[in-house]
């Protein structure tokens, strides 16, 4: 892959965009418009500038870096990349009007995926011009970080398409971990109801935030607590993903607990909005009961 194109410039976009860029290959970052995507650019701008201070990048890779990722005002660029990446918000209405945006300028033998977090692969190939070269590439935040990287092919997805995607998950630097197209795939199938258990633990008044997150720290070496992690992944997201998990499976296990419902519904949604299960407001997380 030379050329990708991410579609979303938020937590997730952003990291996958800095992530490739940092790796030698050319972005284009696209929103809902060009201030968005540019505003996209000025956050990356900003993690890899406190890189620089902090002595992990040279001056001026930060500034190859920054000057592979190109904003861009729609899809029509895109029909230069060998790969889009859809990392929108989970919610399959966006994503489908996104993939089917996207597919009027998919190049021939270009692959489309989806950062979904637990949507189906299989059903939303449906709205890409060509479900063999659709798949799901799940990036964990944060992306330049984490060190792995889920493949999931849907029903119809070739061969060829994963192989391609599973080099270049590996030319990131990461691991891969290859799933079948079941809900949650691997990882969000085992972490969510962990956190989803956290906060019934909590509604019950087990224990506090602070006790639940040190035992989860301390007690299993976590490097944070589930409900700082539910609050770092945004609550809406845990949400989205359990919501998914429930219907499609019909399991009553994956029930969302109903304070994390309370506290979506209150906006209180993590950290991107100053409170979650803990108050960011004032820099460092303080817990809020
Ligand atoms: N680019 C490159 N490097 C970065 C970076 C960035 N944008 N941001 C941070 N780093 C590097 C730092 O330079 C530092 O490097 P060093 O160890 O060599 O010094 C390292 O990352 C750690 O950063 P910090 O020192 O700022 O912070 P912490 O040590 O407190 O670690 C954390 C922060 C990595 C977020 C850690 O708390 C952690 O691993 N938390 C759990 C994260 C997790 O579980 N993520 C998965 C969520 S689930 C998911 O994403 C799936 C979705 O579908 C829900």
């Not at 861009?72 to 029909?79: F, H, I, R």
């Not at 230069?80 to 009007?97: G, S």
């Not at 192989?163 to 799933?179: H, M, N, P, T, Y």
């Not at 040190?214 to 490097?223: S, V, W, Y």
């Amino acid at each position: 892959m030379r050329n990708v194109a991410v579609i979303g410039a938020g937590q997730m976009g952003t990291g996958i965009a800095q992530t490739v860029a940092w790796h030698g290959m050319k972005v284009m970052l696209a929103d809902v418009d060009l201030d968005r995507a540019e505003a996209g650019k000025a956050n990356i701008e900003k993690a890899v500038t406190r890189l620089v201070g902090r002595g992990k990048l040279e001056a001026d890779e930060a500034e190859a870096l920054l000057g592979r990722i190109t904003p861009v005002p729609d899809y029509a660029p895109m029909e230069a990349a060998d790969l889009i990446i859809e990392a929108a918000t989970e919610k399959e209405e966006i994503k489908q009007a996104i993939f089917e945006g996207a597919s009027r300028v998919l190049g021939q033998g270009a692959i489309m995926a989806s950062n979904t977090s637990s949507i189906p692969i299989t059903r939303m190939a449906n709205h890409s011009p060509d479900p063999k070269r659709f798949i799901g590439l799940h990036f964990f935040n944060p992306v330049p970080v984490m060190g792995l990287i889920e493949v999931i092919p849907g029903l119809a997805t070739s061969q060829e398409t994963t192989d391609a995607v599973i080099a270049f998950a590996r030319g990131l630097g990461k691991e891969v971990v290859l799933s079948q197209d079941e809900p949650g795939f691997v990882v969000n199938r085992i972490l969510l109801p962990m956190i989803n258990e956290a906060v019934f633990v909590l509604g019950q008044s087990t224990a506090g935030i602070e006790d639940i997150d040190k035992g989860c720290r301390l007690g299993l070496n976590h490097p944070m607590g589930p409900l700082q992690l539910a609050d770092f992944v945004g609550l809406d997201t845990c949400l989205d993903i359990l919501m998914v998990l429930y219907k499609t499976t019909r399991d009553s296990k994956y029930r969302p607990a109903p304070l994390l419902v309370k506290y979506v519904e209150a906006g209180w949604l993590g950290r991107k909005t100053g409170r979650g299960f803990y108050d960011y407001t004032g820099g460092a997380p303080v817990p809020t009961r």
